[in-house]
C-alpha cells in the first residue's frame, strides 16, 4: 500500500477550477446522450453546437479507502427542452462508499436515489450535502449561473455509470411554469 505521505493544499480558483488538478473531464451533451427526457430537443441541441455542460477539476489518489478524492464541478446553466443540465450520475462502484458535496456558487439541486426512493436536496453556496453509502446521486442546474461544488469521497469508490445509464434517475427537474419542478421521470419522451 503507498498512502499519500505529505500534506499539501489546492486552491479553488473564481470559475471554480480546482489548482492543481491531476485530471479534468469535460462532458458535452453527445457524452451523456439518451439522459434527456425529451429526444427530440436534445437532438436539435446535439445537432446545433453539442453544447459544454460540465466540467470536473480532480486531485487523483491512490485508489485506497484511507485517502480521500478531492474534485470541483462545474455545471453550466442551461435546459435541454424543459430539463436542466445535470451531470450523467452514479453509483459508487463499491457501493458502501459515501461522499460530501459543498456548493462553492450557484444554485441546484442533489437527486440521490436508492431501490426506487428518490430525494432532491438543494444545493445552495455554503451548503453541505452528504450523499450516504448505497444512493446513486446527480447534480442539476436550476439557476441562471454555472453550478459550482466540491466533492470529496474515498480513493476506492470509483464510478459505476452503467446502472444510471440502464434504469435512469426516478425523478428529473424541469422548468414549469417558470417554476423548479421535480417530477416523476417519464423516461423518453417524443
Ligand atoms: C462530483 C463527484 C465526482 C463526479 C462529478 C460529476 O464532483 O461526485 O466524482 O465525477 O460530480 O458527476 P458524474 O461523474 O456523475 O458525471
Ligand atoms: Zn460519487
Redesign the pocket.
Known amino acids: 500500500m503507498n498512502l499519500t505521505e505529505r500534506p499539501f493544499r489546492l486552491d479553488v480558483a473564481d470559475d471554480g477550477e480546482l489548482r492543481p488538478a491531476t485530471s479534468t473531464?469535460r462532458?458535452r451533451l453527445s457524452d451523456?446522450a439518451g439522459m434527456y427526457h425529451d429526444a427530440e430537443a436534445e437532438r436539435s441541441a446535439l445537432a446545433a453546437d453539442d453544447p459544454l455542460v460540465?466540467e470536473?477539476f480532480?486531485y487523483d489518489m491512490p485508489a485506497f479507502a484511507g485517502e480521500l478524492?478531492v474534485?470541483?464541478?462545474v455545471?453550466r446553466a442551461g435546459k435541454v427542452g424543459d430539463e436542466f443540465f445535470m451531470?450523467?450520475?452514479?453509483y459508487h462502484e463499491q457501493r458502501d462508499r459515501a461522499?460530501v458535496?459543498y456548493g462553492l456558487s450557484g444554485r441546484g439541486r442533489l437527486l440521490l436515489a436508492k431501490d426506487g426512493e428518490c430525494e432532491a436536496v438543494p444545493m445552495v453556496p455554503g451548503g453541505v450535502a452528504y450523499?450516504p453509502p448505497y444512493w446513486a446521486?446527480?447534480?442539476v442546474n436550476t439557476g441562471p449561473e454555472p453550478l459550482v461544488?466540491?466533492?470529496v469521497?474515498p480513493g476506492d469508490?470509483g464510478?459505476d455509470?452503467g446502472t444510471?445509464e440502464t434504469t435512469g434517475f426516478p425523478q428529473i427537474v424541469l422548468e414549469r411554469a417558470g417554476e423548479v419542478t421535480v417530477a416523476p421521470n417519464p423516461a423518453r419522451t417524443r
Not at 451531470?87 to 452514479?90: L, N, S, V
Request: aromatic fraction near 18%; glycine fraction near 4%; charged fraction near 15%.
Open positions: 473531464v462532458r451523456m460540465y470536473v480532480q478524492v474534485c470541483t464541478t455545471l451531470t450523467k450520475g452514479h461522499e458535496y450523499v446521486h446527480r447534480t461544488f466540491l466533492a469521497y469508490a464510478h455509470y444510471i
